[in-house]
């Protein structure tokens, strides 16, 4: 076992359940990783691996057929994923967000309708927020909803969707105007509807298309599309939670356990990235010895696993204070923010240890140099995290002169 992000007063259970998926990850993921993420293929055989595992319902309560876990044991579940390919991480983390948002705010007949089959990993959850002109700015939503009698008719287009084409139901966020009292605030009038679909691109129902995969330049293997929606009628017991105007709070609660996941992920390849240079670091030579022996190389290892540590103590922080019941967002906020940053670090330290041959892609250094920069961008930027950061702060240490 590593020295490195050891997590401690777990119980014998967490224990159990991370030597597990570590055990997963070394056998099935990092010997095939590079090779899929080269040819962008999705890893069917992975996922159907993590389904046996029953890591898609790793939170979900036990009542509905999960595991009921913590958040703290899914985000290092995560943490080892991303080790082995991050990709895999963002496929497990959005259908969690939706689990976690039916959990925390859905109807009774939603929970029973929904958390079985995805706690089976039967249903594969998917959420929309983002649109083409959108960005950061969640109140600009355009995509809207309007009632026709029992149905709501949704228009839109929508952008960034992790599992669009895999997922079969998608957790979308649009405006609700209608119903609100006039100059109701932007993020008031917006509302979540749980849509059902076929898995697949194209028409995947009447109203609603899934065009291709958007071509990146990493975060391969995993499907990221569009989502377009046209006269798509969806039924009035499909808004979360049986209420409308309350579609950004569920989100904005989802998005915040999202961002402990980043934190996971940057955790996890930052770790991988340390391995994979602190050991080449000891297989290659130069002036009669090991780079490793230079001090120059010693000194970019001991920032590089520093920077390991803080990551991953802040990301356990996080979690352990949402499992807590208490507000989190700051401490999430902060996760987020360091980890993606440690770890875009941690990977270009390493990038540099391997020379030249960090370049060729037959290193799978090369891969985690592209995937290193979505964790920048995934759950909010680091702008901002940021704000959150800072508004939180100056609620807590309000001057009162």
Not at 119 to 141: C, K, N
Not at 274 to 299: N, S
Not at 329 to 350: F, I, N, P, R, T
Request: aromatic residues 8%.
């Amino acid at each position: 076992m590593a020295r490195l992000a050891q997590t401690h007063g777990l119980t014998d259970v967490q224990r159990e359940i991370l030597a597990t998926v570590r055990e997963f990850v070394d056998k099935e993921i990092i010997p095939v990783a590079t090779e899929l993420e080269h040819r962008d293929e999705y890893p069917q055989a992975i996922v159907d691996g993590l389904k046996e595992l029953g890591l898609f319902g790793l939170m979900i309560p036990e009542e509905y057929g999960g595991l009921g876990e913590s958040l703290l044991t899914y985000a290092l579940c995560v943490e080892e994923i991303a080790r082995g390919w991050m990709s895999v991480s963002g496929i497990i983390n959005t259908h969690f967000i939706v689990a976690y948002m039916l959990k925390q705010h859905g109807t009774q007949e939603q929970k029973d309708h929904f958390l079985p089959r995805m706690a089976a990993g039967d249903i594969r959850g998917a959420f929309s927020m983002s649109e083409p002109g959108l960005g950061s700015d969640v109140s600009a939503i355009t995509s809207k909803a309007v009632r026709d009698g029992d149905e709501y008719v949704l228009t839109g287009q929508k952008m960034w969707l992790t599992n669009g084409g895999t997922s079969s139901l998608v957790a979308v966020l649009v405006r609700s105007d209608k119903g609100h009292p006039e100059g109701t605030a932007p993020h008031k009038s917006m509302t979540t509807f749980l849509v059902e679909k076929e898995p697949g691109f194209g028409e995947v129902r009447p109203g609603l298309t899934i065009p291709g995969k958007i071509d990146k330049m990493g975060y391969k293997g995993v499907d990221t599309t569009e989502l377009i929606m046209d006269g798509l009628r969806i039924p009035a017991d499909r808004v979360l939670g049986g209420v409308t105007g309350r579609g950004f709070y569920q989100m904005m609660d989802g998005v915040e356990v999202g961002r402990v996941n980043v934190a996971a992920r940057g955790c996890g390849v930052a770790q991988r990235a340390f391995e994979l240079g602190v050991r080449y670091a000891q297989q290659r030579h130069t002036f009669g010895k090991p780079i490793a022996q230079h001090q120059a190389i010693q000194f970019k290892l001991a920032e590089m696993a520093t920077k390991v540590e803080a990551a991953h103590a802040m990301m356990v922080n996080a979690a352990r204070k949402k499992d807590s019941g208490e507000r989190n967002d700051l401490e999430a906020g902060m996760a987020k923010y360091l980890a993606s940053e440690y770890c875009k670090e941690v990977v270009e330290d390493a990038f540099r240890i391997h020379g030249g041959y960090g370049f060729s892609k037959e290193y799978e250094i090369e891969r985690l140099y592209r995937e290193a920069p979505m964790l920048l961008i995934g759950e909010g930027t680091a702008e901002i995290q940021k704000m959150i950061i800072g508004r939180r702060l100056l609620e807590e240490y309000r001057f009162q002169g």
